[in-house]
């Protein structure tokens, strides 16, 4: 079970050939520099956010995640994370809040935040399901003043909320439910390559561990849940199974459901993304193959996600929208790729493999029906483009198959991309290994590791942000002032792999097991 939710709670590298310089050369001459924050933990050793395609930062800057206290997790050695007991936490203005979990003793994370400061997320409930014999997971969210509120199943054992949640507070939830009639319940979705949105290799597993990182022995239904409304079931496309992943300020919803009850050459029935829309499901089609997802949705209804071609041995990112329909985004040159974030202008971001044969990709810019590339820093093997602000700046990784995520980029408009490591003034003795994402006003939640491996988030605010800057000071006293060295690239390859089991550090498909 740890393992699985380390994905969300947070191979080998083949050699890649050199690609062409970005086309773009950018729209903010002079990138700013940044003060670094640390967010800290709550008596633990480290702190994490949610990985791909979740909105962890609002437009203000407050940033969520999950933070370890000291205390032992009670479930060892079936850990929520790192075997201590974990909280959610929201960084607002320099301060770091303690979101708390449904019980005493239990754990939680925030997996996304809306303009208003209200948060999504998941939280243990203290119960063992008597089906699986693991913990429980609820769906919870968090209003502004911080309270904490059990958004309930389907009728099922298990829940998760966000990671979207809008303006207006409604929250996707997937949740078991109370049907066990099921027949795919445990048979792996084979024509399954790799999720974004859970970021791991999926065709072992079956669709409810896909959508809820858990296994269940019931069907498994997407959902949004309102003040209002409490939590309403979104149906399926006439199959199973369905999940919800994102949804716009529109109250517009997208995710991935089972087409039908009948099995296909893979021996489940064909997956399709949808848009649900006032309380009707949207088949967005696909690009031939027999899966596909969408992961996210923009305040103009258009939608990234991934299809497979015909013959379900490519994958390509798309885009949608009501008038042109599902558009193949295309390739860098490899047989895979994805998209990790769409910003309102429909600029997408995201991973493409480079080479046939080959699972080493680069980081790409989609703009104006046009695919550039976003090669890695020198010596460093792969890159990928994690989020967009709807001023053009992309937020990145380099990473190494081999060893972990190595150093976090910004890139002004797909021009080359920058070490963001060398625009923070002041290190406070960390080395930031992952740009998470950005904000409109170019505020990055990103992971940083300390000289002795231990995993932070950290929140880099460009020094020109008087107003932000300003308000931190009111809170903490003072701008953090220097801590000890950072770690060096080198030092980050050299960390020992215990890294790898520390969800928040390294992506558990980008660590060496062994």
């Keep these: 079970m740890k393992r699985i939710l380390t994905s969300l709670l947070l191979g080998t590298a083949l050699a890649v050939p050199a690609a062409a310089a970005p086309v773009h050369p950018g729209k903010h001459p002079g990138l700013p520099h940044y003060v670094l924050f640390d967010v800290g933990s709550f008596g633990g050793g480290f702190s994490g956010t949610c990985g791909l395609a979740c909105r962890i930062i609002n437009s203000e800057g407050d940033v969520v995640g999950l933070d370890a206290t000291s205390l032992p997790d009670p479930f060892d050695p079936d850990c929520f994370g790192d075997c201590h007991v974990d909280h959610a936490f929201v960084w607002k203005n320099g ?33 063992i399901d008597q089906d699986t014999g693991s913990w429980e997971l609820r769906a919870v969210a968090w209003t502004k003043g911080g309270k904490i509120k059990n958004l309930g199943t389907l009728g099922g054992t298990q829940s998760l909320g966000g990671p979207g949640v809008n303006i207006s507070g409604q929250v996707p939830v997937q949740s078991a439910t109370s049907d066990s009639s099921d027949p795919y319940v445990g048979v792996p979705q084979a024509n399954c390559i790799w999720l974004p949105t859970t970021e791991r290799d999926c065709p072992g597993l079956d669709f409810g561990i896909n959508a809820l990182f858990f296994p269940v ?123 990790d974030w769409i910003n309102e202008l429909g600029d997408v971001v995201g991973f493409s493999r480079t080479t046939p044969g080959s699972i080493a990709g680069h980081a790409f810019y989609w703009h104006n ?124 390859k050299h960390m020992h792999l215990r890294s790898c089991a520390d969800f928040g550090r390294f992506r558990p498909d980008r660590c060496r097991r062994g």
Excluded at 265 to 279: A, C, E, K
């Design 95 to 127: 301060g770091t809040n303690d979101l708390g979990a449904l019980h005493y003793g239990v754990s939680s994370q925030a997996l996304g935040i809306n303009e208003k400061g209200f948060s999504a997320g998941i939280s243990q409930n203290g119960k």
């Design 217 to 339: 022995t019931t069907a498994t239904h997407g959902a949004v849940w309102s003040q209002d409304t409490g939590l309403q079931d979104t149906g399926t496309l006439t199959g199973p199974d369905s999940v919800v992943f994102d949804i716009n300020d529109s109250g517009q919803a997208v995710g991935w459901s089972y087409a039908s009850y009948t099995a296909g050459q893979s021996g489940v029935p064909d997956t399709r993304p949808f848009l649900w829309d006032n309380g009707k499901q949207v088949d967005l089609g696909s690009l031939g193959g027999t899966f596909g997802e969408a992961t996210l949705i923009n305040r103009n209804g258009q939608v990234t996600g991934t299809s497979n071609l015909a013959g379900d041995t490519d994958v390509r990112p798309f885009i949608w929208d009501q008038t042109n329909g599902m558009q193949d985004i295309g390739s860098l040159g490899g047989d895979y790729g994805h998209g």
């Design 369 to 492: 029906k046009t695919l550039n590339d976003l090669p890695p820093l020198s010596g460093d093997p792969e890159s990928e483009a994690n989020a967009i602000n709807n001023n053009g700046m992309i937020a990145g990784v380099d990473f190494d198959r081999n060893v972990g995520d190595l150093r976090g980029w910004v890139s002004d408009n797909g021009s080359a991309i920058i070490d963001v490591n060398t625009l923070i003034r002041k290190s406070h003795g960390l080395y930031v290994t992952a740009a998470v994402h950005i904000n409109d006003r170019g505020v990055i939640a990103a992971n940083a590791l300390t000289r002795k491996g231990d995993s932070h988030v950290v929140v880099l605010v460009p020094e020109n942000d008087f107003g932000m800057l300003a308000r931190m000071k009111a809170v903490t006293g003072n701008i953090p002032q220097e801590a000890g060295r950072a770690p060096t690239l080198s030092e980050v």
